[in-house]
């Protein structure tokens, strides 16, 4: 069964430091998103992606985040200068618009640890 | 905005039936999801409603009230392995990208 896989499973990094997660969505879907979930809190939506451009995002992904789908399978979300309020599970998930209910499949995630 | 309750925890026995209750506040609702989340890993899907009425697979049975914002999810024939946070989530397509609003969870407990 195809699954969504993410790189690296953790990734530990100083403050200030510019990380980037990456992703490989499920190959025939073609919405993508990254959410993140803090330590003991609920999954919270970053930004979802279609058509090689950002359709929403949320008050949490400023400016010093970015998403990119750099070839046709990777999809990657940057952030530039990590704070310590970044450190949480970020989760990378697609969805494709044929047949189905529609659902958006997550990847294991990536533990973001900044010090 | 974006509202959805759920109870924090739930403890139920072995082999029983178990009603996870989910209630929401939403513009632009696109349907409601569950998952099932196991401590430090993804949310896996179980359950999707849009319509009104029940959705069952298997063990698994989700149900909708769009009018009253409610839904439930019910586990029967409850094992140990069912121990896990549930999630309930609402899409919407208010801004396009039909994201989705997740409540923060239901951690059900399981004895013997």
């Known amino acids: 069964e195809p699954e969504v896989t993410q790189t690296p499973s953790h990734q530990v990094t100083q403050m200030g430091q510019e990380v980037i997660l990456r992703c490989v969505p499920i190959?025939?879907?073609?919405?993508f998103y990254w959410y993140r979930q803090i330590l003991g809190q609920k999954v919270e939506f970053l930004v979802s992606?279609?058509?090689?451009?950002?359709?929403?995002k949320s008050e949490i992904f400023d400016d010093q985040f970015s998403v990119e789908r750099p070839d046709g399978s990777n999809f990657t979300l940057k952030i530039r200068s990590t704070k310590l309020e970044d450190s949480a599970m970020y989760f990378c998930?697609?969805?494709?618009?044929?047949?189905?209910?529609?659902?958006?499949?997550f990847g294991p995630g990536t533990r973001l640890t900044v010090l | 905005g974006q509202n959805i309750d759920q109870p924090t925890e739930m403890t139920a026995t072995e082999g029983a039936i178990v009603q996870i209750n989910c209630t929401y506040q939403?513009?632009?609702?696109?349907?409601l999801f569950w998952y099932q989340q196991h401590a430090g890993e993804a949310p896996t899907f179980l359950s999707y409603n849009v319509l009104d009425g029940l959705e069952e697979k298997g063990r698994f049975s989700s149900f909708l009230s769009r009018s009253k914002g409610y839904s439930y999810l019910l586990l029967k024939e409850l094992q140990m392995k069912d121990s896990a946070s549930y999630l309930c989530a609402v899409r919407s397509f208010t801004g396009g990208g039909n994201k989705l609003t997740f409540g923060t969870g239901t951690q059900l407990k399981v004895e013997l």
């Open positions: 998930a697609s969805r494709t618009l044929t047949g189905g209910p529609d659902t958006q499949y």
């Open positions: 939403t513009s632009g609702f696109n349907g």
């Open positions: 190959s025939n879907h073609l919405y």
């Open positions: 992606f279609y058509n090689n451009e950002i359709s929403e």
